[in-house]
């Protein structure tokens, strides 16, 4: 079993930048497809972003495609979340979600599908 845990997380303006990091505790995400997920206040928890086990795709929620780029390091040690153009709508809880497969270029977006989660960072951001 893996631990996920995120990082990054923060207060911002509008139109700021911030960087989230999601680690594997104790291993490598180097089997795993990893994403990012959100949850805002009153709201169903939404797809952001993921990128595939081998690093090649990724894949965005449309509200976010442009302004946010989800990579992974050589090592595969780290999943990151760059999030830049931040807007109001950006605000929520922002959780790092791991699925390990076979598979090095199948993507997935259900929340469903994935079978480890971190606890959640908290972006917010203020106009």
């Known amino acids: 079993q893996v631990q996920v845990v995120e990082s990054g997380g923060g207060l911002v303006q509008a139109g700021g930048s911030l960087r989230l990091s999601c680690a594997a505790s104790?291993?490598?995400?180097?089997?795993?497809?990893v994403a990012w997920f959100r949850q805002a206040p009153g709201k169903e928890r939404e797809f952001v972003a993921g990128?595939?086990?081998?690093?090649?795709?990724?894949y965005y929620a449309d509200s976010v495609k442009g302004r946010f780029t989800i990579s992974r390091d050589n090592g595969k040690i780290t999943v990151d979340l760059q999030m830049n153009s931040l807007s109001l709508e950006d605000t929520a809880v922002y959780y790092c979600?791991?699925?390990?497969?076979?598979?090095?270029?199948?993507?997935?977006?259900?929340?469903?599908?994935?079978?480890?989660w971190g606890q959640g960072t908290q972006v917010t951001v203020s106009s």
């Open positions: 990128i595939t086990r081998n690093g090649a795709s990724t």
């Open positions: 979600a791991a699925k390990s497969t076979p598979f090095t270029r199948r993507y997935f977006r259900g929340a469903d599908e994935y079978d480890y």
């Open positions: 104790g291993r490598t995400f180097s089997t795993y497809a």
